[in-house]
């Protein structure tokens, strides 16, 4: 396949090219203090580190993207991604393979493996395409990397992780007594992906109770701090 096929700095997965190395050279090191929306980390091929995308800016990680990721939610004090597995492995309607990270503002998706692979943030794709059997996101920053996993497989993932960025803000939400559907709660943007998953079931209805990722992240975590005292 070549370049022309599709649009944008194709990226292909696990395979070192020229688009590679322009990416990974002269590349600022990642601020991970950074607030500012995350919109995708790439693995670098050869297990060089990541190179990490907010919008248009790009910056590098000499950690994995998991190492990375964890580092930043850390020092913001967002959700701990292993005590988030365990909640999400006990409450239906999230899934419990390839957990997302997430917090209050957006979530990212694993595209394989959590510990090694490139994450994404699913309202960051402009549209996905299938050449020759391989699929292929478009991101809204112009980049185009390929997927290691077949278009059904995303767009299901990509839901789920949508799902969960809902509820967690239902289930923060100082309105306590609002009951709207999933996509009251976020506002997805003009883009040929995210129309797609406005149809998609899982966001028509709450498929889990109020409160419950909340009650059982405290309980997880309060299990970790009584482990540790041992």
């Known amino acids: 396949?070549?370049?022309?096929?599709?649009?944008?700095?194709?990226?292909?997965?696990?395979?070192?090219?020229?688009?590679?190395?322009?990416l990974l050279e002269d590349a600022p090191n990642f601020n991970r203090y950074d607030?500012?929306?995350?919109?995708?980390?790439?693995?670098?091929?050869?297990?060089?580190?990541?190179?990490?995308?907010?919008d248009e800016q790009r910056s590098?990680?000499?950690?994995?993207?998991?190492?990375?990721?964890?580092?930043?939610?850390?020092?913001?004090?967002?959700?701990?991604?292993?005590?988030?597995?365990?909640c999400f492995a006990a409450i239906d309607g999230f899934s419990s393979y390839k957990v997302p990270f997430l917090n209050w503002h957006y979530v990212l998706l694993p595209l394989e493996q959590p510990?090694?692979?490139?994450?994404?943030?699913?309202?960051?794709?402009?549209?996905?395409?299938?050449?020759?059997?391989?699929?292929?996101?478009?991101?809204t920053n112009g980049l185009v990397i390929e997927i290691p996993s077949q278009m059904r497989s995303l767009v299901s993932q990509a839901e789920k992780a949508v799902y969960a960025l809902c509820y967690l803000r239902r289930d923060y939400s100082l309105t306590s007594n609002y009951n709207?559907?999933?996509?009251?709660?976020?506002?997805?943007?003009?883009?040929?992906?995210?129309?797609?998953?406005?149809?998609?079931s899982l966001l028509q209805h709450w498929a889990s109770e109020r409160g419950m990722f909340q009650q059982r992240y405290f309980h997880e975590a309060l299990l970790r701090s009584q482990e540790n005292l041992m």
């Open 60 to 86: 590098y990680s000499p950690h994995s993207p998991l190492k990375t990721l964890e580092n930043f939610f850390r020092t913001h004090r967002f959700f701990d991604y292993s005590l988030t597995r365990r």
């Open 115 to 139: 510990e090694s692979c490139t994450w994404l943030n699913p309202l960051d794709i402009y549209k996905l395409s299938t050449i020759r059997g391989v699929c292929f996101a478009e991101m």
């Open 35 to 54: 607030l500012k929306k995350l919109t995708i980390l790439l693995a670098a091929p050869c297990e060089l580190g990541t190179v990490i995308y907010r």
């Open 180 to 200: 709207g559907d999933p996509l009251d709660y976020i506002q997805l943007p003009n883009t040929p992906f995210a129309q797609n998953l406005r149809n998609r």
């Open 1 to 22: 396949m070549s370049n022309e096929a599709v649009n944008g700095r194709l990226l292909y997965n696990k395979k070192m090219s020229e688009e590679w190395l322009i």
